[in-house]
């Protein structure tokens, strides 16, 4: 019986069964010319949302539109909504969130800020969730170095990577550059390059006046890295990056901190960027030591006061980044400075790893 074709669907449809195998031919083709299109850039795909357009996403990623346009074989800029895009870059990673995650402490571990962050992967407030991936720029991870020398590792059972860069007293960022890691996943056997140690310049002055550590051995705070002069995020503008003067360290808030030194309390009281803050002299050395985001003082202290080595000056907080009382933008941390009498700063790393 002979069939009426009345629509181009029905003879395209009848076209391709009855030319099943060539088809099949044409489309595997063309499919290996898309899965070949790009492939000197990383693995990476966004995907188009309502208001994107080339030049704001090339903005967001730190590359330019035409470099997109050539990653994806566009002709025009024209792009629609739910179209994935590659983009042109070895600049990110993805990063799956683990329990304790916080957008602020994955910011630290990273040198990237929180507010980085939310903008790549489109978030609208702090919320994250457990095994969540998200996107994060590698190259405010890097530093700019060439390590020509290091060490190797082999990774054992229950390691991390952040476990591993505390033990060898260097940054995460460092290891994953060296041997090209896009994420955090290890392998048991894994034989992992090691950066070599940064070599820090230490006062021996300053060193022999800071004689106790922060915090009591039996307190319950985090392993740290150096932190000093990763990019943060707030200022009063609101706008303007900046670097950050001090180091930080993970502790529950209301953890009691203690006088590195003995000195006299020049300031104390509340700052929009530190919070509930104290600045202590120290005695005999042209230096100052500073503490922030405190949740609240010890008792009785004012400007002039004399402070003791090991003296008890005030409990661990999560106040700051606003006007007073503001709590609750980052997580619980102490946050420990040192300014020189010019109030140029010092970093104070070093000087805590070698107390704690």
């Known amino acids: 019986m002979l069939t009426v074709i009345k629509t181009y669907n029905e003879r395209v449809d009848l076209m391709i069964r009855n030319n099943k195998t060539k088809w099949l031919v044409v489309m595997l083709f063309i499919s290996m010319m898309t899965i070949s299109t790009g492939t000197s850039y990383a693995d990476f795909t966004y995907t188009v949302k309502s208001g994107d357009s080339l030049y704001l996403i090339g903005k967001d990623y730190s590359v330019s539109a035409s470099s997109i346009k050539t990653a994806n074989n566009l002709t025009t800029d024209n792009i629609y909504i739910n179209q994935r895009l590659i983009i042109p870059t070895d600049k990110i990673i993805e990063y799956k969130v683990v329990l304790g995650d916080s957008l602020w402490k994955i910011s630290q571990k990273y040198s990237t800020t929180a507010d980085r962050i939310k903008v790549l992967n489109n978030l609208k407030s702090d919320e994250i969730n457990v095994g969540q991936v998200l996107i994060i720029e590698k190259n405010m991870t890097s530093t700019g170095s060439t390590y020509t020398n290091y060490r190797t590792h082999t990774v054992k059972s229950g390691e991390t990577l952040w476990g591993i860069a505390i033990s060898y007293d260097v940054s995460v960022a460092g ?182």
């Open 175 to 356: 290891i994953k550059s060296l041997n090209n890691l896009t994420s955090d996943y290890l392998t048991l056997g894994q034989v992992l390059k090691i950066p070599d140690s940064q070599a820090y310049t230490i006062d021996s002055a300053l060193a022999s006046k800071l004689i106790v550590f922060p915090f009591k051995s039996s307190s319950n705070y985090e392993a740290f890295t150096n932190n000093y002069a990763a990019p943060r995020d707030y200022s009063n503008s609101g706008t303007t990056t900046r670097v950050h003067e001090g180091q930080d360290i993970m502790a529950n808030k209301g953890t009691p901190v203690y006088a590195m030194g003995a000195g006299v309390i020049t300031n104390i009281g509340w700052n929009d960027y530190g919070g509930y803050r104290l600045m202590i002299k120290l005695d005999g050395v042209s230096y100052s030591l500073y503490y922030a985001h405190f949740s609240g003082y010890a008792p009785s202290l004012y400007v002039g006061k004399k402070i003791a080595v090991g003296e008890l000056v005030g409990y661990v907080g999560d106040t700051g980044y606003g006007p007073e009382v503001t709590t609750g933008k980052f997580p619980p941390h102490l946050h420990v400075g040192l300014y020189k009498s010019d109030m140029t700063t010092v970093n104070p790393y070093p000087y805590l790893r070698d107390l704690r």
